[in-house]
């Protein structure tokens, strides 16, 4: 949707006080977030159906294709979606995805949630069973710069959402394609947000797919950590 008819369809709808809206229209909806710009260039998400996983007032959902849904566990921003007249959830996904149809979305989109969560390997395990057949995930996450002098060039210009006191985790591009893998998936390429390599970038989107063969893989390996001979 452009974002002209959005904002003005947020004005017309909003469920929010007039201040409130106007706040959020300038502080979430004043122009497509980067990571959502880098992802619609590369994958057809906005012709397709996308689990928004944290969606929060649907920055990201607003632009998915049809039979897109979000879930978020902060009523509020629920309710404002809905009233927009976007399809969300509310619901806590590390602890429930009972709301959520199994098999039906082409992408999984999951952003900058990830490192805020205790248990990610488990959301990431539980979300395999909403993707279709052929369906993907997308997780964009910050990650630590491999360079010691491109962090602190990021951390110069205000850019640090890497240093461990911002987040619950912190990931760097091999940590967290091996969460992805041990959660039973085949990690596919890495997109930095940034136009550099992936491994001077602050943050990235891995896609990955739902491999079986890793899941055997995983679970014999974790059998065996639980009984060592």
């Not at 977030?33 to 996983?53: F, M, T």
């Amino acid at each position: 949707m452009d974002m002209n008819e959005l904002r003005k369809l947020i004005r017309e709808r909003s469920p929010l006080p007039v201040e409130e809206t106007e706040r959020l229209l300038e502080t979430r909806f004043a122009h497509l977030p980067r990571r959502l710009r880098v992802a619609l260039e590369r994958w057809p998400l906005d012709r397709s159906a996308v689990l928004d996983v944290g969606c929060s007032y649907g920055m990201c959902l607003a632009h998915f294709g049809p039979g897109s849904q979000g879930v978020d566990n902060a009523r509020q921003a629920v309710d404002f979606v809905r009233a927009v007249g976007f399809d969300a959830t509310c619901a806590d996904a590390e602890e429930s995805l009972d709301s959520i149809p199994s098999g039906r979305f082409d992408f999984v989109w999951i952003s900058d949630i990830l490192e805020h969560i205790d248990a990610p390997r488990t959301l990431l395990r539980r979300l395999s069973g909403t993707l279709s057949a052929d369906g993907r995930l997308l997780l964009q996450s910050s990650v630590l710069p491999q360079s010691r002098v491109a962090a602190a060039l990021l951390r110069r210009i205000g850019e640090r959402p890497f240093d461990a006191e911002v987040h619950y985790h912190q990931w760097t591009v091999q940590t967290l394609r091996h969460l992805v893998v041990r959660a039973g998936y085949r990690v596919e390429r890495v997109v930095p947000l940034l136009p550099v390599p992936a491994a001077l970038s602050s943050r990235v989107i891995v896609e990955a797919v739902p491999d079986g063969g890793i899941r055997e893989r995983v679970a014999a390996a974790e059998q065996r950590n639980r009984h060592p001979d």
